[in-house]
């Protein structure tokens, strides 16, 4: 087996600290975002979901390898594994939630389906965007008839 060099090993993390960003960015711009502006008193309660969801898309980047992936050559097989980052990303999240949650709390189901299909949506989009437009870059010469 080869050993990965250093090199290789700083992209792969940095390629996995951006993704993690990206998923938290998503979680928050669904979440939090909206109540923020509704929320006089402190914000520390909604600090505790994001920094689960942030977690748990840690955990789930690192096992579908997205990583790993080279954004210019970005194909079907990588948007599924997006897609299986993301869906175990909000498994993770909701089985983590639903064993702290409080049991007192009365959330709409229909609220909080719709919450879990914004963030899942947001969150595939927010992955899947810029790996596109760096392919999309990377093919640009050919739209044009160059080399």
């Known amino acids: ?10 992209k792969h993390g940095c390629r ?7 998923s938290g960015a998503a979680f928050f711009t669904v979440t939090i975002l909206p109540l ?9 309660p909604l600090l505790a979901p994001l920094f689960i969801y942030v ?7 690192y096992a579908t390898r997205t990583y790993r992936m080279i954004w210019r050559y970005m194909g079907f097989g990588d948007l599924l594994r997006l897609v299986a980052a993301a869906s175990l990303t909000m498994l993770g999240f909701l089985s983590v939630e639903l064993l702290v ?16 299909l914004l963030v899942w949506t947001l969150n595939m989009g927010f992955l899947a965007a810029p790996r596109l437009v760096v392919r999309a870059l990377d093919e640009m010469p050919a739209w044009f008839g160059q080399k």
């Open 16 to 22: 996995l600290l951006a993704d993690v960003f990206l």
């Open 1 to 10: 087996m080869l050993a990965i060099s250093t090199r290789t090993r700083l």
């Open 101 to 116: 949650m409080n049991p007192n709390l009365s959330v709409p189901g229909t609220l909080l389906v719709w919450t879990i």
């Open 55 to 61: 977690a748990t898309a840690s955990v789930a980047l």
């Open 36 to 44: 923020l502006q509704s929320i006089k008193s402190s914000t520390e």
